[in-house]
């Protein structure tokens, strides 16, 4: 299994990989937001991305204005940049910082939660192991469905049959299948 904590293994991948590892480190966004637990999530670590996927990062900090604090004085001035916040999700506030840089939209996104209990960090460890069980045809469908446009977890659902929110069933269909506890 990848140790997805390290972003150095993307060194090691695909074209889009390795360029997605050089434009962390030209930006040194890990060293900056080490103190906010990052983890590279999505599509581009598990090899699923389109032409348009972005590199999201997610973060951990309880005052979300410390964490935009230290993005803005260093990347503020990149194309794109902007902060969201969204009131309550899961009855968590989370916060969106986008920014671009080179050819990568990049999301930071920040909640008071591990990274790794965040949504995201488990949906991207669930499409993982399907994607190691069900192999290169059943990746190739799910690349073809995203390029229709289709989300990463409702592209998920449809290829596993799984009935209602996309993102709630694929969490339960990663539970139940034991991919994450």
Sequence with gaps: MINFKDITYLKEGTVRQKEAY?????????????????????????????????????????????????????????PGFEVKTIPSYKNLKTTIITLEYKTFPIEIFVQNKLPEEQDSYLHMLIEYQVLLKEG?????????????????????????????????????????KGYIS
Excluded at 138 to 155: D, M, N, V, Y
């Design 22 to 78: 050089k434009v962390l480190l030209e930006l040194n966004l890990f060293e900056l937001l080490k103190n906010f637990n990052p983890i590279l999530v999505g599509t581009i670590p598990i090899n699923i991305d389109v032409e348009s996927s972005d590199l999201d990062i997610i973060c951990q900090s309880e005052n979300h204005e410390d964490i935009v604090k230290v993005v803005r004085e260093k990347y503020g001035k990149l």
């Design 136 to 176: 290169g045809v059943f990746r190739s469908k799910i690349i073809a469905l995203k390029q229709q446009g289709l989300k990463t977890e409702p592209a998920f659902a449809k290829l596993l049959n799984l009935e209602g929110n996309p993102y709630e069933a694929l969490l339960t269909y990663g539970f139940q």
